[in-house]
């Protein structure tokens, strides 16, 4: 993939810690040399949360659980059974990612606010837990007989080596994670889960492999902090200021990128820790007060971090260069005879409570068709859609396609098998190219990253937009959004779309450009059901009408025949266009 290689970052980062580690040479000051460690420990527990939160967009206020679970094994492992730290915490680092999996498992069930709190829930369970198992103190013995081997070299320089030395392995696979389609599946579920599932994207898998990562990483931090500082407490480990931590210096640095976190951690340890040393005396607490300042200070000045401020600074320029102008729209290529039905809906229902969205709706569509969906405001139309693709589940009734039932399939499983979907609000990724936003669609299909590139290149070539493909989404204007999710349900190569509404909001000019697109599809073997309140522009796109009213089917047939029928003008249309009709 263009501009993802991790080679240069990482060049960087190993040059930025090797000048980190010259400076614990020059400072003498053991104090110092601890805040030189503390600084990559803290970095390593932002940049884990960073996996896991910044990129999925779900909250997680419970980091400290890792954490903990990390430091509790390594101070316990070397108290108890004298277990090198060498090996506690590459331990540590197992029992991270096992606490992730067996915390993601019930946690991915909740959403939003309700997912961050459930999460608030583990570390303080923990807290209690620890204290009444008689852990409130837990020393690490000192070994005089064999430092090296207990990570006690009494040297603070060797402790800052080893403290960015798992930074190094903590930024390596977050750069992997970023640059890679783990990231972008990330970042489709942060912009809207269920499109993100409709695009083909295993939403539960991705969720829990960066869960079980970003555990993994936490607790090696945890492990880490127990060996330099060689007493764990529960509060110390398991508290809310860890949590908030690892949150705050992702937030502040820059959440979804991987410098965000090293920049909250360089900027914020040093303050946090000074004032807590100078003045914590006077003013306990001082730490969190400063911390609270400095988010609000960013959310004021640099809402998303000031990574993201800065790059900006840097990129206005050429952010606001004009548009290239779009090429002519592609000709319709002669379109191939109508082939079998490729999808047969069969009695249909959907019903919420007493309402029903869709009632014993039955109808077929063939293989090279554009069949268009009409009907009033609450008709019913996208929840069609929506069974149709796996969003929800039918009260009754049969969805088959190219003869084989779609029962109980999951959205991801019903794209994999070629049906593709675009929705009536565009969800772009603002901050990614139209290429990245359009090679989500393309894993899929896709098992290489390059390939998913090739065919996101294709996709884009396809709806005419391969002069946009470098620029950020959220540059471009409305027309080449809709475009942009066309392309992206054209990546995974469906035999069969659903546009629901692909031209609203757009001008006369905008909407002929994609009705033209549209009209290419059935030559490139894909089917079309599209939903469309635009008359003008379905008459002269669809072969048939289906007419929906109250979530039944009202009737269905040719464009022109069907707009003349009583039942169609009476439901829909409404007597003003029946006189226009009579006059046209
Ligand atoms: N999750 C839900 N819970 C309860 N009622 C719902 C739900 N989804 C849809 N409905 C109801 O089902 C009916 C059909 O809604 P639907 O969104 O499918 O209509 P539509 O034809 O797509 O409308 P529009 O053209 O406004 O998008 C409406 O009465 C709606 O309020």
Known sequence: MPDRSILRPLGLFLLLALGWLAIGFVVQDAYWRLMLTLVPIWGLLAVSWNIFSGYSGLVSFGHAAFFGLGAYLVALGQARFGLTPWLGIPLATVLGGAAGAAIGYPTFRLRGNYFALAMLAYPLMLVSLFGWMGFQEVSVPLHREAPGWYMQFGD?????????????????????????????????????????????????RWKMRAMVLSGALAAAAGGFYAVVLLVVTPNSVFGLVVSAQAMILSLFGGAGTVWGPLIGAVVLVPLGETLQAELGHILPGIQGVIYGIAVIVVILAAPEGLYWKLRDLRRRAPAMAAAEAPPAPPAAALRPPLGAPILEVEGLSKSYGGVHAVSDVSFSVRAGEILGIIGPNGAGKTTLFNLLNGLVQPSQGSVRYEGQSLAGLRPSGICRRGIGR????????????????????????????????????????????????????????????????????????????????????????????LIAVVRTLPSLGITVVIIEHSMPAMLGLVDRFLVLDNGR?????????????????EAYLGRKWATADADG
């Open 156 to 204: 603070g320089r060797i402790d800052i080596a080893i403290a960015l030395a798992l930074l190094t392995i903590g930024f390596a696979a977050s750069l992997l994670v970023e640059r890679s389609r783990f990231g972008l599946s990330l970042l489709a579920i942060k912009q809207n889960e269920l499109a993100a599932e409709a695009a083909g994207i295993d939403t539960r």
């Open 553 to 569: 089917l009202l009737t269905e047939g040719p464009p022109q025949e069907v707009l003349r029928r009583p039942a169609v003008v």
């Open 422 to 513: 675009t929705f009536q609000v565009v969800r772009a990724f603002p901050r990614m190219s139209a290429r990245e936003n359009v090679v989500v669609g393309a894993f899929v299909a896709h098992g290489t990253d390059d390939a998913a590139t090739r065919a996101a290149d294709a996709a884009l070539a396809q709806v005419g937009l391969s002069h946009r493909a470098g620029a950020a989404a959220g540059t471009l204007t409305n027309r080449e959004l809709r475009l942009m999710e066309l392309a992206r349900a054209l990546a995974a190569g469906p035999k069969l779309v659903l546009l629901d509404e692909p031209l609203a909001g757009l001008g006369s000019t905008d909407t002929e450009a």
